[in-house]
């Protein structure tokens, strides 16, 4: 999906990601997790958009229905935003730069780094999650 974004996306679309990759830094510099999780699945739906590829985009948002407590339950672990947020950012540049290679690498590293954080947790070896802010 990254490497066809990278192909799709056209000038407003550029703006658009990158205003939100600056929103996410944003959210980590001020700690605000629940917002970074929200911002990163903004991103992630709108790299599905971009793509356009309406059956991988199916797929992927039922992966998502059932991942989604997990996503935010990792966005709370110390460091891990700052983990992500690199690798974020390196798939809005790949796909700004209309580099389809650079694009697909970039997110399947992201997509390496979240299932070894999820399995890490899952066996308990991840740092406890922050207790959300009420």
Do not use: W
């Not at 990278?6 to 996410?24: K, P, S």
């Not at 992927?60 to 709370?76: A, D, I, K, P, T």
């Amino acid at each position: 999906m990254a490497a066809r974004a990278a192909e799709r996306i056209d000038d407003d679309e550029i703006a658009d990601v990158r205003a939100l990759g600056a929103e996410m830094a944003a959210a980590v510099e001020r700690a605000e997790m629940m917002r970074y999780s929200e911002l990163n699945a903004r991103l992630h739906g709108r790299v599905r958009s971009i793509a356009g590829h309406t059956s991988a985009t199916r797929i992927l948002e039922q992966l998502n229905g059932q991942m989604v407590r997990h996503q935010f339950r990792l966005s709370l672990v110390p460091g891990r935003p700052s983990v992500s947020l690199p690798e974020h950012l390196a798939v809005i540049d790949a796909i700004c730069a209309r580099d389809p290679d650079a694009a697909e690498r970039a997110m399947r590293g992201h997509l390496t780094s979240v299932l070894t954080a999820l399995a890490a947790f899952a066996v308990g070896t991840a740092p406890k999650a922050a207790t959300p802010p009420t």
